[in-house]
């Protein structure tokens, strides 16, 4: 199972981007799919999560009504919209796959978010 993430760049506060994570490799289940970032010096972070099966979405507080996580089952991708970013939303974000209970076990290598002030 291979996780690849594209869409990071660089962009001005208040801007927007969106992120991609396609899912490739063996047929597997998921429960979820989630996003999550870490920026320098900082732990991971939470940030969004979708359950596959139903589509319920959970966020972490700090993106709520900025960003939104959305998946298309045909293409085996989960995406990231991100609007209104801040400087401190600058991170490496990766995506991850929690395939057999509500832990992640399957990561992707993350892609680069900079936000300028």
């Known amino acids: 199972v291979q996780l690849v993430e594209s869409g990071g760049g660089l962009v001005q506060a208040g801007g927007s981007l969106r992120l991609s994570c396609a899912a490739s490799g063996r047929t597997f289940s998921r429960n979820y799919m989630g996003w999550f970032r870490r920026a320098p010096g900082k732990e991971r972070e939470f940030v969004a999560q979708?359950?596959?099966?139903?589509?319920?979405?959970v966020y972490g507080d700090s993106v709520k009504g900025r960003f939104t996580i959305s998946k298309d089952t045909a293409k085996n991708t989960v995406y990231l919209q991100m609007s209104n970013l801040k400087p401190e939303d600058t991170a490496v974000y990766s995506c991850?796959?929690?395939?057999?209970?509500?832990?992640?076990?399957?990561w992707g290598q993350g892609t680069q978010v900079t936000v300028s002030s």
């Open positions: 979708i359950r596959w099966s139903t589509g319920s979405k």
């Open positions: 991850a796959a929690a395939t057999v209970t509500s832990t992640y076990d399957y």
